[in-house]
């Protein structure tokens, strides 16, 4: 244990002492002394020196902060973290007050920013800034939320989903960081896979119950891992990893400040897309809100029972036609009605 050596009286070690700051061993040599006037002594003492020394760690006074890359971030984007959690969008997900309209929003950008996230670890898979936390398989959510945009949009949903400009910033910066500085990946996988681990468990609830989606998973594909059969002991894992890059303190620096650009990259995100629906638009066009909802729920069974929808589409022109044939038939009795009533007002006048 690397300590100091403090000179000064007794009555000074036993003030520290009755603090319990300091564990005293007397030796006569150490590697640094203090010199009179010492901040280490109270003021009283500073100028009462002794042969004797206290021997102190030098962690006392001067603490070691943590070198390890995944503390070091979480540490850096607390706040940022907070107040990406205190956006109107969020905090009203929430509390489960998300619409259909808002959920497709969000999935479709999620689409963009994970695409662009995956090309670029996948064109960086083998530098070693990136290759121990390649985890394809557990991790990448590309090929969910093409099935969950799939089950949202139908099966144009290529052409259907909007990309707001926030997005496609988002976008940009992930496509040049792994062209460019493939060492600052690290922060947006850091950033995304994990919190989708943590938190994103608790949004998937909370969208299946406020959205009424199917209990065997349709939509919410994103939020499911199946290749991590224990969240926790994989996030212990991939931290493990993380800490484990070669990166100088520097680096670890950069790296930190790139996890804030991420989550004010994902506010901005989230308030274009609030902006989005405060408009009531989606790619550009009015949404109607209710006919989106039923457009939902039977999206699939549209294709696989096309047949019986068409005797129900005939079916419902049947009544339409009776429904359409009703008015006539009404207005005719009120006619003959009216007609008898004036007769026989005026057979009673005569």
């Given at each position: 244990?690397?300590?100091?050596?403090?000179?000064?009286?007794?009555?000074?070690?036993?003030?520290?002492?009755?603090?319990?700051?300091?564990?005293?061993?007397?030796?006569?040599?150490?590697?640094?002394?203090?010199?009179?006037?010492?901040?280490?002594?109270?003021?009283?003492?500073?100028?009462?020196?002794?042969?004797?020394?206290?021997?102190?760690?030098?962690?006392?006074?001067?603490?070691?902060?943590?070198?390890?890359?995944?503390?070091?971030?979480?540490?850096?984007?607390?706040?940022?973290?907070?107040?990406?959690?205190?956006?109107?969008?969020?905090?009203?997900?929430?509390?489960?007050?998300?619409?259909?309209?808002?959920?497709?929003?969000?999935?479709?950008?999620?689409?963009?920013?994970?695409?662009?996230?995956?090309?670029?670890?996948?064109?960086?898979?083998?530098?070693?800034?990136?290759?121990?936390?390649?985890?394809?398989?557990?991790?990448?959510?590309?090929?969910?939320?093409?099935?969950?945009?799939?089950?949202?949009?139908?099966?144009?949903?290529?052409?259907?989903?909007?990309?707001?400009?926030?997005?496609?910033?988002?976008?940009?910066?992930?496509?040049?960081?792994?062209?460019?500085?493939?060492?600052?990946?690290?922060?947006?996988?850091?950033?995304?896979?994990?919190?989708?681990?943590?938190?994103?468990?608790?949004?998937?609830?909370?969208?299946?119950?406020?959205?009424?989606?199917?209990?065997?998973?349709?939509?919410?594909?994103?939020?499911?891992?199946?290749?991590?059969?224990?969240?926790?002991?994989?996030?212990?894992?991939?931290?493990?990893?993380?800490?484990?890059?070669?990166?100088?303190?520097?680096?670890?620096?950069?790296?930190?400040?790139?996890?804030?650009?991420?989550?004010?990259?994902?506010?901005?995100?989230?308030?274009?897309?609030?902006?989005?629906?405060?408009?009531?638009?989606?790619?550009?066009?009015?949404?109607?809100?209710?006919?989106?909802?039923?457009?939902?729920?039977?999206?699939?069974?549209?294709?696989?029972?096309?047949?019986?929808?068409?005797?129900?589409?005939?079916?419902?022109?049947?009544?339409?036609?009776?429904?359409?044939?009703?008015?006539s038939l009404l207005r005719w009795v009120v006619a003959l009605s009216c007609l008898a009533m004036t007769v026989a007002v005026g057979l009673f006048a005569m």
């Open positions: 244990m690397e300590s100091v050596s403090l000179p000064c009286s007794g009555h000074c070690l036993e003030s520290w002492c009755s603090l319990g700051l300091i564990h005293i061993s007397r030796e006569r040599s150490a590697p640094f002394s203090a010199t009179p006037g010492s901040p280490f002594c109270p003021r009283e003492q500073r100028s009462v020196l002794s042969e004797e020394t206290a021997l102190i760690p030098v962690s006392l006074f001067f603490p070691r902060m943590s070198t390890d890359l995944s503390e070091l971030l979480k540490e850096a984007t607390k706040e940022v973290h907070e107040q990406a959690e205190n956006t109107p969008f969020m905090r009203n997900f929430q509390k489960g007050q998300v619409s259909l309209q808002e959920f497709k929003l969000v999935t479709a950008s999620l689409y963009f920013i994970y695409s662009a996230l995956e090309e670029e670890i996948e064109r960086n898979k083998n530098n070693p800034v990136y290759a121990p936390l390649y985890f394809p398989a557990e991790l990448h959510r590309k090929a969910a939320l093409e099935e969950d945009l799939k089950y949202f949009y139908g099966r144009n949903w290529r052409e259907e989903i909007p990309c707001p400009e926030a997005t496609q910033k988002y976008v940009e910066r992930l496509h040049y960081i792994g062209k460019n500085e493939p060492e600052l990946l690290v922060a947006h996988a850091y950033t995304r896979y994990l919190g989708d681990l943590s938190g994103g468990q608790v949004l998937k609830k909370i969208a299946q119950k406020a959205l009424q989606l199917p209990s065997t998973g349709e939509g919410l594909a994103f939020f499911t891992f199946d290749g991590v059969s224990n969240a926790t002991k994989f996030k212990q894992l991939y931290r493990s990893r993380m800490n484990a890059l070669e990166m100088d303190l520097a680096t670890k620096k950069r790296v930190t400040e790139e996890a804030k650009k991420a989550f004010l990259l994902n506010i901005r995100v989230f308030e274009a897309l609030q902006e989005l629906v405060s408009k009531g638009q989606e790619n550009g066009h009015p949404v109607q809100p209710q006919a989106e909802l039923l457009r939902t729920r039977n999206v699939n069974k549209s294709h696989q029972h096309g047949a019986a929808a068409g005797k129900g589409s005939e079916r419902t022109k049947l009544r339409s036609a009776d429904t359409t044939g009703t008015p």
